[in-house]
T-cell receptor, first 114, second 110 residues
Framework: EAGVAQSPRYKIIEKRQSVAFWCNPI?????LYWYQQILGQGPKLLIQ????????DSQLPKDRFSAERLKGVDSTLKIQPAKLEDSAVYLC????????????FGPGTRLTVT | TQLLEQSPQFLSIQEGENLTVYCNSS?????LQWYRQEPGEGPVLLVT?????EVKKLKRLTFQFGDARKDSSLHITAAQPGDTGLYLC??????????FGGGTRLMVKP
């Protein structure tokens, strides 16, 4: 079974530029999550989708971050404009809901904002 | 806001030693998960504990969920260099939304 796919793996941009990340969850997983992991910290949930609907986006900085999952499968996370403090690893995870809370993570996208 | 504190933050030991890392919260969780994350990779689920007082063993790893479901521990016996990584605990609040601790970075030297 294929795991969670993410691209790109690495991205370097200048502040005030825009960037987008892509995630393809495990086939059949209805729930998709985006996390931000700053170096030396645990992952912080940004947004949770159930199929193509948003379950929770309370920690998403909506002035600059946006995410969509239009067809209930793959998802994109966008940052516009980026700030230096957005430098982090952006992790996508999926889970088989209501099968359980276990989440399966992709390898992440490491973003460096200069 | 539910917070999970992990200790120690860093641990460097020799191969063959035993160790215990802790995950503590003032909040009750419906379940708690442990993940291991290696550099450049996403976290990989090790175990889920659900019942207060539950103990689960995974080869040399023993996981315990506190009776009150507020804390957990991970004990590794005879650590090996392959155990090196970032160990993360994450609590589930029954909404399938995880709150992660800050992690314990373990290095096992040969």
């Amino acid at each position: 079974e294929a795991g969670v796919a993410q691209s790109p793996r690495y991205k370097i941009i200048e502040k005030r530029q825009s960037v987008a990340f892509w995630c393809n969850p495990i086939s059949g997983h209805a729930t998709l999550y985006w996390y931000q992991q700053i170096l030396g910290q645990g992952p912080k949930l940004l947004i949770q989708f159930q199929n193509n609907g948003v379950v929770d986006d309370s920690q998403l900085p909506k002035d600059r971050f946006s995410a969509e999952r239009l067809k209930g499968v793959d998802s994109t996370l966008k940052i516009q404009p980026a700030k230096l403090e957005d430098s982090a690893v952006y992790l996508c995870a999926s889970s088989l809901n209501p099968g359980g809370p276990e989440q399966y993570f992709g390898p992440g996208t490491r973003l460096t904002v200069t | 806001t539910q917070l999970l504190e992990q200790s120690p933050q860093f641990l460097s030991i020799q191969e063959g030693e035993n160790l215990t890392v802790y995950c503590n919260s003032s909040s009750v969780f419906s379940s708690l998960q442990w993940y291991r994350q290696e550099p450049g990779e996403g976290p990989v689920l090790l175990v889920t504990v659900v019942t207060g007082g539950e103990v689960k063993k995974l080869k040399r790893l023993t996981f315990q969920f506190g009776d009150a479901r507020k804390d957990s521990s991970l004990h590794i016996t005879a650590a090996q260099p392959g155990d090196t990584g970032l160990y993360l605990c994450a609590g589930d609040n029954a909404g399938n939304m995880l709150t992660f601790g800050g992690g314990t970075r373990l290095m096992v030297k040969p």
